[in-house]
T-cell receptor, first 110, second 117 residues
Framework: GQQVMQIPQYQHVQEGEDFTTYCNSS?????IQWYKQRPGGHPVFLIQ?????EVKKQKRLTFQFGEAKKNSSLHITATQTTDVGTYFC??????????FGTGTKLQVIP | DVKVTQSSRYLVKRTGEKVFLECVQD?????MFWYRQDPGLGLRLIYF???????EKGDIPEGYSVSREKKERFSLILESASTNQTSMYLC????????????????FGAGSRLTVL
């Protein structure tokens, strides 16, 4: 089935530093989604990217979809303690099937 | 807001018991999913369903079965629970209709943490 590699697995940053997580696929993707899971919570949808080279911003979060539609990144500028959690990418790998990356757990040190 | 409700937040079962995890969504979504979440492994898809009485295997279906008799309800069944099925189980739903807003965006339930002794 569809597989996506997500790196890094863990990231500790000082509050105010930037953070980036990456998702990579060996095959071309139709779209990619990003989710955030707060500690003790469930994944919550952040954004969906569809077009080649697409860049979307949500306040301090910047999402990019690669030109070849095989990779994507989520970048957080000037992290805050509220950014703590695990960030997942998710892709469609067949009719209605949604597969998640392994996630990047972000810890922000105040 | 879409609501996905999982019947049990915490369960403790014994090896060999039959376990039912129930999930109900209230937004008339066509698609429903069961994932399990384990540290370092992310969310792994067990089964999904795109219509009533339809089911498709995910990436780790072994040891599990599912039932979808009504559109709003999707049940995960462990016929004979084993200790390696101790995990957090997450149900999700999404609209399968491409032109609907948020199509294929997953909304998750709060999760059911299952411990098998």
């Amino acid at each position: 089935g569809q597989q996506v590699m997500q790196i890094p697995q863990y990231q500790h940053v000082q509050e105010g530093e930037d953070f980036t997580t990456y998702c990579n696929s060996s095959t071309t993707l139709s779209n990619i989604q990003w989710y955030k899971q707060r500690p003790g919570g469930h994944p919550v949808f952040l954004i969906q990217l569809v077009k080649s080279g697409e860049v979307k911003k949500q306040k301090r979060l910047t999402f990019q979809f690669g030109e070849a539609k095989k990779n994507s990144s989520l970048h957080i500028t000037a992290t805050q303690t509220t950014d703590v959690g695990t960030y997942f990418c998710a892709v469609e790998g067949g009719y209605q099937k949604v597969t998640f990356g392994t996630g990047t757990k972000l810890q922000v040190i105040p | 807001d879409v609501k996905v409700t999982q019947s049990s937040r915490y369960l403790v079962k014994r090896t060999g018991e039959k376990v039912f995890l129930e999930c109900v969504q209230d937004m008339d979504h066509e698609n429903m999913f069961w994932y399990r979440q384990d540290p370092g492994l992310g969310l792994r898809l067990i089964y999904f369903s795109y219509d009533v009485k339809m089911k498709e295997k995910g990436d780790i279906p072994e040891g599990y079965s599912v039932s979808r008799e009504k559109k709003e309800r999707f049940s995960l069944i462990l016929e004979s629970a084993s200790t390696n099925q101790t995990s957090m189980y997450l149900c999700a739903s999404s609209s399968g209709t491409p032109w609907r807003d948020g199509a294929n965006v997953l909304t998750f339930g709060a999760g059911s943490r299952l411990t098998v002794l």
